[in-house]
Each structure stands twice: as structure tokens, then as C-alpha cells.
């Protein structure tokens, strides 16, 4: 790649290095200078411009990102398609990231404009979470380069977590607190079924070996947790020493995460639910009866998504192994005031052909003077809403120019005839790494008021969605959580295929119709200009 500053009148066909203000206009890097261009800045007395230039043997930074990316999605891991330079990587389903850090070494070694990052091996995901994220520094990468990348690429998954059966054993002595068997019973209870998985409370028994083994051999779930009276400091103490009487082997006594320290781990005979050497038996630590997270959670986590954990990987865990802040009486976190959420933002999809209209282009059609969305913008820019990312597709040039030069950023739908999904998928993955949440508005609906936006910004829960006496319309909010399973869609269809999706879905009382409005044709165009 060539890379300097070249009179304007030769920098045709490069690539726009860094933002240049033409006249009052800005222009954003990485636009491709056209003739139109060079004539634009060579009138506003701009005599050199700072371009990139491609060889002929480089590939494109978004080629590049989209290569390597799609290498190194596995099981369970969605590539998602790649802007400025950057292509993400999201969980398909919630459970443990699956990373090999040499590979992720030997790529970022290969040239510096080419990275990866990732999670942490072994992290907790949820469906929808960005896993990793390959970023190309500069405008292209040689594409010897890019195939040591691709050659060097371990799969990156997600091991699902599985609905299993879980028993808690408790064990008792004289003046056991029966409310803090309850809480205990209660905290697991919601450690479990945030899993997905089923928590079976089995009888308390005494806390003695004879006892524990009994009520461990008498357990047919997929994993037993026993809570032990009292702590467990050596391999002859009641807890391992009852998985032995029942039949089991101890695996580790004892692991480098705080807190967490006095975990038992063993296993009894064979799992005929997951693919683990036996069944595994955990003697909690005593910070377990705590929610904060704890090494019991990171072992129960890697079980229940089918992933061993020996006494080797326990001891592995050390390094990274203090959990910050997880067990003070006074923890920073709780002191502070908690982040504020991103920025909720909005996605114009403006990218399809109009083919119902006769030959006109709906969005340029005008309505009150101005091309219909053109009001679409001007009500988001009203709303107090940052500059949207606009779709773009068929007709491409004219749309752009009837958005003058209201605040944007623009994406081009390539594939946008393969449809609606197609267009929402290259909004999505254009938009702006801090927005928490986007509104996705249609092109055509320019009787959108700016307080419904705003109201929609604002409203809790994952989604919300504009109701109008009782049907919901358009547009709806998607916290970025979503945003993997939008980008997932094919087809003709819109982000309302997944709102049974939502764990939490908000609807907004609009203040009129037009969150009903569907210009489409002659006729509906006929009838808003009727309305005046």
C-alpha cells in the first residue's frame, strides 16, 4: 500500500486517509475519491490531499477483516460482516468462550496491520456478546499476509451450556442456621437457572462421611454440589472423604482463585447426560453462599457447557485467579456511582429499490418540501439523537444528495436486492462501538415526531417498540445485546422476526399514526400529500 500526499489532481481512485473539510462540507477517511471528488476539492483550493493507495497484491481492510473472521468463527460463533476496517465476532448462545491464546499470539505477530482480540478463555458469554474483534490498522493488508493469518486461525467457539439436572446436598450440624440453609438453597437456586439448568434440593443430611456417601450414591443428577457444614481443609475431611466412601475419586482439593479457595472437586462413575469423565461432585466453598461470583462459579460454569475441568486446569487458573473486589465488605464497585449506558442512536434503512412506486424512488419524493428522508433525519437529529448510520443501496448517490449535508454516517448495502435483512445487517455492523442501543427507522416514514424517538431512547428494557391503539409499528429500539440476531436474519424480513426473542420488551404509546405509516406505493404516497 502506498500511503502519502499526492496533488489533488492525481489522487483519483485513492482512498481518503484522514477527514478533510471541502468547502463546508467534511468529508469522512476511507471514501474512495472520484472524479466528482477531486473536481469538489480541486474548487475549494485544496492543492494535496493525504490518500492511500492499494497494490495490486493488497486486499481491502474490510476484504481483510472479513477473511480472517470468517477463518476463525467455530461452533456457536457468528461472523458478523465487517465496516471500517473491522470485522466482530458474537456468541450465537450463551455459554463459555472457547480461545486458543497462541493462535491469537501467532496472528497478531504476523503483521501489525492485522489484530486480533478476544475474551478471556474460558469467559461466560451471552447470545448477542462480541467474543472477538479483528481490526485492520491500516486501509489494506498484503495478502501474503492475510493467508499466514487465515493458515494460523483456531476456530473460536462457544460451548453451549446444557439443561442439566443439578442436586444440593446440605449437611448439618448441631445449631445449623435452617435460614441460612434456606438462602444458601436460594442463591444456588438462581446460580443454576441462570445456566438453564434444573436445581433438585435433596434432603440435608448429617455432616458425617457415613451420611454424605449415602446421599451422594443415592443422586441420579447430572451434577451433585454439596454445602458442607463446615470447611473443608484436607483430602480426609467429611466432604472428599464421603465422595470416596460413595464410590468416587477426589480430583482437587482445594483451587488458586480467591474466592473460592476450599473447592472440592470429585467425580463418581460415568455421565450419561455430558461428555465429562464421571459425574462431578463439588464441595462449595464457603463464599458460594455469597452471589458475587466466586471459583465455584467459573468450575459450575465450564461443567454445565460440557467442558472438563481437571485438577491441571484448576491449577491453571491462578493467574488471573484474584477476583477483583469480589469479596470485600465495602467494594469500590458499590461505592461509585454505576456507568452510565451508551448512547442510543439510530440506523435509517434506505437502501431498497421502491419497486411498488411506478419508477419514482419514494425517498426522494418530496412532502413539505423536503424528500421524505429528509425527515426521517431531521426528526432524529431533533430528538437529540447522535448522527444516524444510513443504509444505503439502490440509487445510492441521489439518496445520499437528498440528505445534504445533515450529520451521517453512510454504509453501503452491496447486497441489498437479497433484501430487507440484508440491509439491516450492514446497518448494524456499522454501528458506532459505543452506542448501547438503535433504533432502526424506515426510510419512508416521515411523520415520525422527534419526543416518540426520544421516548423510544428512553424506555427501559431490551426492546421497545411504538404502539399506536394497539398495534405496534415502526420504529423499534434494540439494545446491542440483539444485535447479533438481527445481523443473523435472512431474506425479506426485519428485526420483528425476533422480538419473541426479548427477554424484556417495552411499548411505547405514540402520540399519532405514523408509526403505521407504510409509503409504498403512488397511492399511499398520494394520501400523505393529501393530509397536506
Request: charged share 20%; proline share 7%.
Amino acid at each position: 500500500m502506498i500511503f502519502g500526499t499526492l496533488p489533488t489532481a492525481e489522487a483519483e481512485g485513492a482512498i481518503l486517509a484522514h477527514s478533510q473539510l471541502v468547502g463546508t462540507t467534511r468529508w469522512s477517511k476511507g471514501r474512495f475519491l472520484s472524479a466528482a471528488d477531486i473536481a469538489a476539492a480541486t474548487a475549494a483550493g485544496i492543492a494535496g490531499l493525504t490518500v492511500a493507495r492499494l497494490a495490486a497484491s493488497d486486499v481491502a481492510e474490510d476484504a481483510a477483516a472479513a477473511a480472517l473472521a470468517a477463518a476463525l468463527a467455530g461452533t456457536g460463533v457468528a461472523a458478523l460482516p465487517a465496516a471500517h476496517g473491522r470485522a466482530n465476532l458474537a456468541a450465537r448462545h450463551a455459554g463459555i468462550a472457547v480461545i486458543d491464546p497462541g493462535a491469537v499470539a501467532a496472528i497478531n505477530a504476523i503483521d501489525e496491520a492485522l489484530t486480533l482480540a478476544t475474551l478471556a478463555p474460558g469467559a461466560r458469554v451471552a447470545a448477542g456478546e462480541i467474543v472477538a474483534t479483528v481490526k485492520v490498522i491500516r486501509y489494506a493488508v498484503a495478502a501474503e499476509a492475510l493467508a499466514a493469518a487465515r493458515a494460523a486461525a483456531a476456530p473460536i467457539a462457544v460451548a453451549p451450556f446444557r439443561p442439566l439436572d443439578i442436586a444440593l446436598i446440605a449437611t448439618t450440624l448441631e445449631g445449623t442456621s435452617e435460614k441460612g440453609l434456606a438462602k444458601t438453597a436460594r442463591i444456588t437456586r438462581e446460580r443454576v437457572e441462570a445456566l438453564g439448568c434444573r436445581l433438585i434440593e435433596a434432603p440435608s443430611c448429617r455432616h458425617d462421611e457415613t451420611a454424605l456417601a449415602g446421599a451422594i450414591a443415592a443422586s441420579d443428577a447430572d451434577i451433585i454440589l454439596i454445602v458442607g457444614a463446615s470447611a473443608t481443609v484436607d483430602r480426609g475431611d467429611v466432604v472428599p472423604a464421603a465422595i470416596v466412601a460413595a464410590g468416587g475419586q477426589v480430583e482437587r482439593l482445594g483451587m488458586p482463585v480467591d474466592p473460592g479457595n476450599l473447592l472440592c472437586l470429585g467425580r463418581l462413575g460415568d455421565s450419561p447426560v455430558i461428555d465429562l469423565p464421571g459425574r462431578p461432585v463439588i464441595g462449595l466453598p464457603g463464599c458460594a453462599r455469597s452471589p458475587k461470583r466466586n471459583g465455584f462459579d467459573i468450575v459450575l460454569e465450564r461443567l454445565v457447557a460440557g467442558l472438563a475441568v481437571t485438577s491441571a486446569d484448576i491449577a491453571a487458573m491462578g493467574a488471573g485467579g484474584l477476583l477483583p473486589e469480589a469479596e470485600r465488605p465495602e467494594p469500590r464497585a458499590t461505592m461509585m456511582a454505576a456507568p452510565a449506558p451508551g448512547p442510543v442512536g439510530a440506523i435509517i434503512l434506505a437502501a431498497g429499490r421502491s419497486s411498488r412506486m411506478g419508477g419514482e424512488h419514494k425517498l426522494l419524493a418530496a412532502w413539505q418540501g423536503k424528500p421524505l428522508v429528509a425527515h426521517v433525519a431531521d426528526a432524529i437529529a431533533a430528538a437529540g439523537l447522535p448522527a444516524p448510520v444510513v443504509v444505503l443501496g439502490a440509487r445510492a448517490a441521489e439518496v445520499r444528495a437528498a440528505l445534504a449535508d445533515r450529520p451521517a454516517h453512510y454504509v453501503v448495502a452491496e447486497d441489498y436486492e437479497d433484501g430487507l435483512s440484508r440491509s439491516l445487517r450492514a446497518g448494524i455492523a456499522a454501528v458506532p462501538s459505543d452506542w448501547s442501543a438503535a433504533l432502526v427507522c424506515l426510510g419512508d416514514m416521515p411523520r415520525l415526531e422527534p419526543q416518540l424517538l426520544a421516548a423510544l431512547a428512553a424506555a427501559p428494557g431490551d426492546v421497545a417498540v411504538p404502539v399506536w391503539n394497539g398495534k405496534r409499528g415502526n420504529p423499534v429500539r434494540w439494545s446491542r445485546p440483539h444485535f447479533a440476531l438481527l445481523m443473523a436474519l435472512e431474506g425479506d424480513v426485519g428485526g420483528k422476526a425476533v422480538l419473541a426473542d426479548a427477554a424484556t420488551l417495552t411499548e411505547v404509546s405514540a402520540p399519532s399514526d405514523a408509526v403505521l405509516d407504510d409509503i409504498d406505493t403512488p397511492e399511499a404516497l398520494a394520501a400523505l400529500r393529501a393530509r397536506g
